[in-house]
């Protein structure tokens, strides 16, 4: 179950009967990013080299009626720890290309147990400019949409159908 920490962050938890391995494989891919949202936000990867590095940058197509419909998303990766912790911090270039990030950060903790993984996924706009809290609703979904997005992560990495 979804639950807001302080009003700048959400966190939801599930087991998934996979290997922290086989969850970090999958959120490392960018390729298989839009087999874990619960909406039909994330389109497909335009970068799809595997995510190594802090630092590194990935592109994703995107689509949502309230943002204008089809934009592409910029993800700086914030924290890689093989197996553990993958967070990235969503944004867009400048006018002159630079990258620049929003203030928001998705980020999935790993924690091995005997039935599998407890996976941990927090969504933080706490670093976020109040001007561009004025213009979009933070969270821009509702608090269940984190355990729609562990479920759909769990059927990505385990292969089973929803239920």
Do not use: C
Not at 87 to 105: C, F, I, K, L, M
């Amino acid at each position: 179950m979804t639950t807001a920490t302080d009003g700048q962050q959400l966190v939801g938890r599930r087991t998934i009967g996979a290997t922290p391995a086989a969850i970090f494989a999958l959120r490392s891919d960018p390729r298989r990013h839009h087999e874990t949202t619960p909406a039909d936000w994330v389109r497909d990867a335009i970068s799809t080299e595997p995510i190594t590095s802090v630092g590194q940058v990935f592109a994703m197509n995107m689509f949502n009626v309230g943002a204008g419909g089809d934009y592409v998303m910029h993800n700086r990766v914030a924290i890689l720890d093989q197996d553990r912790t993958i967070a990235w911090d969503p944004g867009q270039p400048d006018e002159q290309g630079n990258e620049r990030v929003g203030g928001w950060r998705w980020r999935y903790d790993l924690e091995p147990n005997g039935s599998g993984t407890d996976v941990t996924l927090t969504y933080d706009w706490s670093a976020t400019p109040q001007s561009l809290k004025d213009v979009i609703n933070f969270p821009p979904f509702p608090p269940d949409f984190l355990d729609q997005s562990l479920a759909a992560l769990d059927r990505a990495v385990t292969g089973q159908a929803a239920s």
